[in-house]
């Protein structure tokens, strides 16, 4: 397994953050949209190409997003209904997640094959460890870390306002 290290700038408005590789070396940068409706955030490689895309449902009684990789659609994550916690279901061709997405630490399968796992490092920037078993999916495996931790802070911001 290899790992990547998400080092993430809590206090930018954008969301813009590189990954690197257990070098330290630029491997992704992610950046969030400000004022773009549905709200989503992108993942490009070295070159700048956009890689991944996670974008939410704007009309849609529960919270849903979807993640597309290469343009192509390859999971949703759609928030249920759930008594006093937070409960999502990940949907995608073999895709599994396990654990305690909430404080994200958890594993996520393809066909029933480990393929990743996270571990969330908590300090003043949130900092995460992602191991990914198979460079192939490796992308797979960054996307739908970054969608679900994404999904979590929709939600924290969500339930903020509420209170307000």
Same mark, same amino acid.
């Given at each position: ?34 004022? !773009?409706?549905? #709200?989503?955030?992108?993942? %490009? &490689? $070295?070159?700048?190409? *956009?890689? @991944? ?63 990743? !796992?996270?571990? #969330?490092?908590?300090?003043? %920037? &949130? $900092?995460?460890?992602? *191991?990914? @078993? ?31």
């Amino acid at each position: 397994m290899h790992r990547l290290y998400v080092q993430q700038k809590v206090l930018s408005l954008r969301g813009r953050f590189a990954v690197s590789d257990e070098a330290g070396n630029p491997v992704y940068e992610v950046e969030g949209s400000l004022l !773009r409706i549905p #709200k989503q955030f992108t993942i %490009r &490689d $070295r070159e700048g190409r *956009e890689r @991944a895309r996670v974008w939410k449902q704007p009309i849609a009684w529960l919270a849903r997003f979807h993640l597309e990789m290469d343009g192509v659609e390859v999971a949703t994550i759609q928030q249920k209904l759930a008594f006093l916690r937070h409960r999502y279901e990940v949907h995608g061709p073999g895709l599994s997640v396990e654990g305690n997405l909430w404080d994200m630490n958890f594993s996520i399968t393809k066909d029933g094959v480990p393929v990743g !796992r996270v571990d #969330k490092k908590w300090s003043l %920037r &949130d $900092r995460y460890a992602i *191991e990914v @078993a198979d460079p192939r999916d490796e992308l797979l495996v960054l996307a739908l870390v970054l969608t679900i931790d994404h999904v979590k802070a929709a939600q924290q911001a969500a339930a903020a306002s509420a209170r307000s």
